[in-house]
């Protein structure tokens, strides 16, 4: 099937005399219990578990990537630096997850080490070099990648207002002078409004000091000039492991039963592949299942949520790092009728005249355009009117709509 735009302890003591700090622990449990019994009647628990733009600590389904991965990171392990390397594959492959939680876990590692170092009289380095990660979606600047460098090598963010590039710089030279080098991952690189691979090894060439370049992306390496030491391919999930995939974050997510096993699996037919699209498909159709007051998805639920995703789609995460002023005009878009959306002139005319939006009719106009060459809108031809002339073109989301409603509304009620 083809994706078409359309898943204790418990103390019970019984007998005899019980001690004291037993008697709480049980009353605790027992209170606890009918919490938990409480809460389960709530179709979501937790809306991040089921979230595309949300990562586990612990990937699954990824054994044979993470390996690869782990091989060349190999000789930071024994304390050398490894060869830069350039992970990639399809969006919703896994490649953000695997790599934040390798570089999460090797950071912790490495800070432990180096405040070991300085507790005691050893002169000895540290086993293994700093392990900085950085999102360039949200470092979309020379300035804003070293800050995020700066940030990662530091137990706490550096001070960056009224602070130059070059500031910036001397900050990281000092922050690792004396250290044989670090290891920074730049993930989505090559994307509208981020660095390619060229760019990042540029800027952190910049840097007294040597630094190791991770770069994460979807293009394939040829399409680069600079050449990594090494490349690690992550394919699209497999049926059976998108399967796992989602069993796992449905079960930390939703209530027991909430989603039956056959529909994961009619899901990782659909998704062929992408978990993005699985868990933005899931997540919508939780969302319409909490607002019909269902204690389940059910197939029309999740079929809208289905058909909320488009196809092709793209990762929500790239919606969710734009402006502020650019996701509430979208905000708004996906709330118009789609009479209001059947030309760039009308959507713009209602958009400048919405509430909360306060940008003129130019703005909004630019602002549509630059979204449609990004990808992140699509102008679809509308029907003919049978005027002369360039017809209409229709505006279209290319993003989960249904997950981007509910993620903009919980961010900016916060």
């Not at 969006?91 to 934040?100: E, N, Q």
């Not at 690189?189 to 981020?194: D, I, L, Q, S």
């Amino acid at each position: 099937m083809r994706k078409a735009g359309r898943s204790s302890r418990t103390s019970e003591i019984e007998h005899g005399y019980t001690p004291t700090s037993i008697r709480q622990m049980n009353l605790e449990e027992r209170i606890t219990r009918r919490l938990r019994r409480n809460r389960s009647r709530q179709l979501v628990r937790d809306y991040a578990a089921v979230s595309p733009v949300s990562h586990p600590p612990e990937p699954v389904a990824r054994e044979a990537s993470l390996e690869r991965i782990l091989d060349a990171l190999e000789p930071a392990f024994s304390g050398a630096l490894p060869p830069s390397t350039y992970v990639w594959g399809p969006k919703g492959a896994g490649k953000t997850a695997l790599v934040k939680a390798t570089f999460d876990l090797l950071a912790g590692v490495s800070r432990e080490q180096h405040r070991g170092i300085h507790t005691t009289t050893r002169t000895e380095r540290p086993k293994t070099p700093p392990f900085v990660y950085v999102d360039a979606r949200d470092a979309d600047s020379e300035f804003a990648l070293l800050a995020a460098v700066l940030n990662g090598l530091l137990d706490r963010p550096a001070p960056t207002q009224g602070v130059s590039t070059g500031r910036i710089r001397e900050q990281i030279s000092r922050e690792i002078d004396g250290r044989d080098g670090v290891v920074v991952a730049v993930d989505h690189v090559g994307e509208p409004r981020t660095h390619d691979l060229t760019s990042v090894a540029e800027t952190l060439a910049t840097v007294e000091g040597t630094f190791v370049w991770i770069g994460i992306g979807r293009d394939s390496p040829d399409v680069y000039s600079t050449e990594p030491d090494q490349v690690v391919e992550v394919p699209a999930f497999r049926r059976h492991a998108m399967v796992d995939v989602l069993t796992d974050r449905t079960s930390a997510g939703l209530s027991r039963n909430a989603v039956t096993h056959e529909q994961l699996r009619e899901l990782a037919v659909w998704a062929e592949g992408d978990a993005h699209d699985a868990l933005a498909a899931v997540f919508g159709g939780a969302v319409l299942a909490e607002r019909n007051g269902t204690d389940t998805i059910r197939p029309s639920d999740l079929d809208a949520g289905i058909d909320a995703v488009p196809c092709p789609c793209i990762a929500l995460g790239r919606v969710l790092s734009l402006p502020k002023n650019w996701q509430r005009v979208l905000a708004a878009l996906v709330d118009l009728p789609r009479n209001d959306r059947t030309s760039v002139t009308k959507a713009t005319d209602a958009l400048a005249t919405s509430s909360g939006i306060e940008l003129s009719a130019g703005t909004v106009r630019r602002m549509l355009y630059e979204l449609a060459e990004e990808g992140i809108l699509d102008r679809e031809p509308a029907e003919a009117s049978g005027s002369r002339g360039r017809p209409p073109s229709r505006i279209e989301p290319l993003f989960p709509t249904l997950v981007f409603r509910e993620l903009y509304r919980e961010r900016t009620d916060e």
